[in-house]
C-alpha cells in the first residue's frame, strides 16, 4: 500500500516536472499593451501603444501649425486693414497743403467785407458792385469747402481747446470764465477731422 502511494506522489512530481519544461520552451504570453520580456532579457514595446504616442505627437504638431496659420491669416488681414486706411487717408488729406493757401484767402475776403460793413451809403457805385463781387465769391468759396468736408473754427464764447485754439492774449473780465474765448483774431479751419489752421484767439483771465 505505501509502495503504491509512493509511486503516485513520484508521478504527479513528474507530471508537474514536465509542464514546467513545458511551459519554459513555448514562453508565456505577456498582456496586450505591457512591455513583455524574450530570452535574455530583451524589452519590446507593444505596436499599438507605440503607434498611439506617435499619433499623439502628430496631434500636437497640427494644432501647432493650425494656431501659426491663424495668427498669419490674422497679422495679413491687419496689415490689409492698415494699407486701405492709410491710403484712405492719403486721398481723403492729400489737398491738406493748398487748403492751407486757400483758407488765407477765405480770410482776406471775410476782412474786406467786414471793413467796408456799414459803409454802403458813403460807397459809389463802382464799389458797391466790387463788395457784392467779393461777398459773391467768399459764398462760392465757402461753398466749395463745404463740399469737399472744409469747415471754420468760429470758437467765441467758448471754453479754450488747445487742440483747435491758439491763445494770443489774455483779457481781464469778472463776468467769463476764465479760458473762455473772448475775441477771435483769425477763425480756424478743419478738414474732416484734421486740423489745417488753429484759430488764434484771446481768452479770458479773472481781474
Excluded at 490689409?80 to 486757400?102: M, P
Excluded at 484767402?105 to 476782412?111: G, I, K, P, Q
Excluded at 460793413?117 to 467779393?134: I, P, Y
Excluded at 466749395?144 to 479754450?160: S, Y
Amino acid at each position: 500500500m505505501q509502495k503504491e502511494k509512493a509511486e503516485q506522489l513520484r508521478a504527479s512530481e513528474d507530471s508537474a516536472q514536465e509542464k514546467e519544461e513545458i511551459s519554459g520552451e513555448t514562453g508565456a504570453t505577456a498582456p496586450q499593451g505591457e512591455v513583455s520580456k524574450t530570452d535574455g532579457d530583451v524589452e519590446t514595446v507593444d505596436p499599438l501603444v507605440e503607434l498611439m504616442g506617435e499619433i499623439e505627437i502628430l496631434r500636437g504638431e497640427l494644432e501647432k501649425a493650425k494656431d501659426q496659420a491663424l495668427r498669419a491669416m490674422a497679422e495679413a488681414e491687419n496689415t490689409r486693414r492698415r494699407a486701405e486706411r492709410e491710403k484712405g487717408d492719403a486721398l481723403k488729406y492729400a489737398s491738406l497743403s493748398l487748403l492751407r493757401d486757400l483758407v488765407k484767402v477765405a480770410d482776406n475776403m471775410s476782412r474786406a467785407l467786414n471793413h467796408s460793413a456799414g459803409e454802403e451809403d458813403k460807397q459809389s457805385v463802382g464799389e458797391k458792385a466790387l463788395r457784392e463781387g467779393v461777398a459773391l465769391t467768399e459764398k462760392d468759396l465757402l461753398s466749395a469747402f463745404t463740399r469737399h468736408g472744409v469747415t471754420r473754427i468760429d470758437p467765441a464764447g467758448e471754453p479754450l481747446n488747445p487742440e483747435r485754439h491758439e491763445a494770443m492774449f489774455e483779457i481781464p473780465d469778472d463776468k467769463a470764465d476764465p479760458g473762455t474765448i473772448l475775441q477771435v483774431l483769425e477763425p480756424g479751419w478743419m478738414l474732416h477731422e484734421r486740423l489745417i489752421r488753429a484759430a488764434r484767439v484771446g481768452v479770458a483771465k479773472k481781474p
